[in-house]
T-cell receptor
Framework: GAVVSQHPSRVICKSGTSVKIECRSLDFQATTMFWYRQFPKQSLMLMATSNEGSKATYEQGVEKDKFLINHASLTLSTLTVTSAHPEDSSFYIC????FGRGAGNTIYFGEGSWLTVV | AQTVTQSQPEMSVQEAETVTLSCTYDTSESDYYLFWYKQPPSRQMILVIRQEAYKQQNATENRFSVNFQKAAKSFSLKISDSQLGDAAMYFCAYRPAQKLVFGQGTRLTINP
């Protein structure tokens, strides 16, 4: 089946620095990718929708200048947490929509990335 | 607003027994998809089953089946012959177009 790879799986960064998380669709083209944040024991919260070649669409309450999303190719989207602070520590998950193939636009998820800001 | 509600924060079942997880949703759309995802301790989201709203027949995937009641906006998941590997968080999700809207999740425990 289709695979979405997320990297890194775990990252620790110092407060005030920026960190980038990559999301790749390995065997299909993903015109749309989604970024979620998941707090402990909670559900997935959609942060933004990333469309290849255009600006991301952010959900209400998500700071677009803090969470920079770039979808430069049909197989790669990146999330950059800028000037990270401890409250940004969380589990971040990406997903990609498989277009065509009669798959009914199935959405596949990456493995997730744990971000710890110290 | 489109919302998904899972009213059971936690459920438990004896191994080999059957358990049903509840999910209701609110929408004014007529065409959409519904999903159940499983999230084990590894945190990887795994698709369990999907249902197209235009299909009246309930979806089935091996031991997993759904009871889709469109008029009632209800979408429950039945797990038959529960196995220890079924222990996980289960999320119901609704998708009218692109975005997935998730419920709060139900933590399922399997008792040996």
């Amino acid at each position: 089946g289709a695979v979405v790879s997320q990297h890194p799986s775990r990252v620790i960064c110092k407060s005030g620095t920026s960190v980038k998380i990559e999301c790749r669709s390995l065997d299909f083209q993903a015109t749309t990718m989604f970024w979620y944040r998941q707090f402990p024991k909670q559900s997935l919260m959609l942060m933004a929708t990333s469309n290849e070649g255009s600006k991301a669409t952010y959900e209400q309450g998500v700071e677009k200048d803090k969470f920079l999303i770039n979808h430069a190719s049909l197989t790669l989207s990146t999330l950059t947490v800028t000037s990270a602070h401890p409250e940004d520590s969380s589990f971040y998950i990406c997903s990609a929509r498989e277009f065509g193939r009669g798959a009914g636009n199935t959405i596949y998820f990456g493995e997730g990335s744990w971000l710890t800001v110290v | 607003a489109q919302t998904v509600t899972q009213s059971q924060p936690e459920m438990s079942v004896q191994e080999a027994e059957t358990v049903t997880l509840s999910c209701t949703y609110d929408t004014s759309e007529s065409d959409y998809y519904l999903f159940w995802y499983k999230q084990p301790p590894s945190r990887q989201m795994i698709l369990v089953i999907r249902q197209e709203a235009y299909k009246q027949q309930n979806a089935t995937e091996n031991r997993f089946s759904v009871n889709f009641q469109k008029a009632a906006k209800s979408f429950s998941l039945k797990i038959s012959d529960s196995q220890l590997g079924d222990a996980a968080m289960y999320f119901c999700a609704y998708r009218p177009a692109q975005k997935l809207v998730f419920g709060q999740g139900t933590r399922l425990t399997i008792n040996p």
